[in-house]
Nanobody, 124 residues
Framework: QVQLVESGGGLVQAGGSLRLSCAAS????????MGWFRQAPGKEREFVAA????????YYADSVKGRFTISRDNAKNTVYLQMNSLKPEDTAVYFC?????????????????WGQGTQVTVSS
């Protein structure tokens, strides 16, 4: 089992940047595929990005491709989401999540562990 705690959210102007962090408990962090999801007010939670166990493979939603970068540091049990060129439509609660498999990487229902979320607000 793994516990996830996100941090780094906040208020930023459009065009600005934020870096989210997700710290994981336990000594088996490198055995998990890690993902980021977000949920805007009144909308369903959606996939943002994911990264494989060693970081060799990365996946992005079309809406963030070229602006967001996911990375991980297995020595620190942490996954990051660098968000650049932020837009008001990026405003949401951002969640990190963990799973063992890489099949259907964007499927929310296949992630086993979730953090509590961190709010990102982008003003226009």
């Amino acid at each position: 089992q793994v516990q996830l705690v996100e941090s780094g959210g906040g208020l930023v102007q459009a065009g600005g940047s934020l870096r989210l962090s997700c710290a994981a408990s336990g000594r088996t962090f490198s055995s998990y595929v890690m993902g980021w999801f977000r949920q805007a007010p009144g909308k369903e939670r959606e996939f943002v990005a994911a990264i494989s166990w060693s970081g060799g493979s990365r996946y992005y939603a079309d809406s963030v491709k070229g602006r967001f970068t996911i990375s991980r540091d297995n020595a620190k049990n942490t996954v990051y989401l660098q968000m650049n060129s932020l837009k008001p439509e990026d405003t949401a609660v951002y969640f990190c999540a963990a799973r063992n498999s890489i099949v259907e990487i964007t499927a929310e229902k296949l992630y086993d562990y979730w953090g509590q979320g961190t709010q990102v607000t982008v003003s226009s």
